[in-house]
């Protein structure tokens, strides 16, 4: 079952951790690449601010986005800032996010995200702590997938399992973790198995990761669709 109070405190603890992260960026390392392709750190944390915006939407039952472009135009918009002032939109968005989660509500509701993807506003908040940590990683400062907790890689992975089981173009596939965690996903034919440290696993199916570091059996590593 699905705790969204227990999220969003997670959120907020994740919050904390990145935003320290910022506090310690000049201008130039702000303007410096992150590990996104295309993207600098000022790329980042304007789309984590925007991300929360875009949830606070999605929690009041607006669209997420008011379309693809205008999001990606947001994003270059804001990503040149200084500093300071990413990091004050970071702590304001962020506000905003946790006040609307602690609003009354009814949690069991099914809300819209982008490109017509719906989901529990219940998981709305674990989504919005993957998009807080997982960025964090992709500043590249220090910040790396093993320093996640093990709730969270777990959950993630099951996640992100989950979201490419069924796809025929993703040979069916076993995931275990060096630590006994075991999951299926995938849905086509054939049969592989992916092993490997948890913060790897999660780092192939998140796209931060090739998946050099994973050992398969049964055929070669699967290649997966973009997320």
Do not use: C
């Amino acid at each position: 079952m699905i705790d969204h109070e227990s999220d969003l405190a997670h959120v907020r603890e994740a919050t904390e951790r990145l935003l320290n992260a910022a506090a310690s960026l000049d201008n130039a390392a702000t303007a410096g690449p992150s590990r996104l392709p295309g993207w600098t750190r000022g790329h980042v944390l304007a789309h984590v601010a925007r991300n929360a915006d875009a949830l606070v939407n999605v929690l009041q039952g607006r669209p997420m986005y008011p379309d693809a472009a205008t999001r990606d135009a947001d994003i270059e918009r804001d990503s040149g800032r200084p500093p300071a002032v990413h990091l004050a939109d970071l702590r304001e968005t962020a506000a905003r996010f946790q006040a609307v989660g602690a609003e009354p509500a009814d949690w069991s509701r099914t809300v819209e995200l982008r490109n017509g993807v719906t989901d529990s506003a219940s998981r709305i908040p674990f989504r919005r702590w993957v998009e807080v940590d997982l960025h964090h990683v992709d500043l590249g400062v220090g910040y790396e997938l093993e320093n996640l907790s093990e709730e969270f890689t777990i959950r993630e992975i099951e996640f992100l399992a989950d979201r490419f089981t069924g796809l025929e173009n993703v040979p069916a596939t076993v995931l275990r973790s060096d630590d006994g965690g075991t999951w299926t996903t995938g849905g086509g034919s054939g049969g592989v198995t992916v092993t490997g440290p948890a913060a790897d696993l999660l780092g192939w199916l998140a796209g931060r990761r090739d998946g050099t570091a994973l050992k398969t059996e049964g055929g070669p590593l699967p290649e997966l669709p973009a997320l």
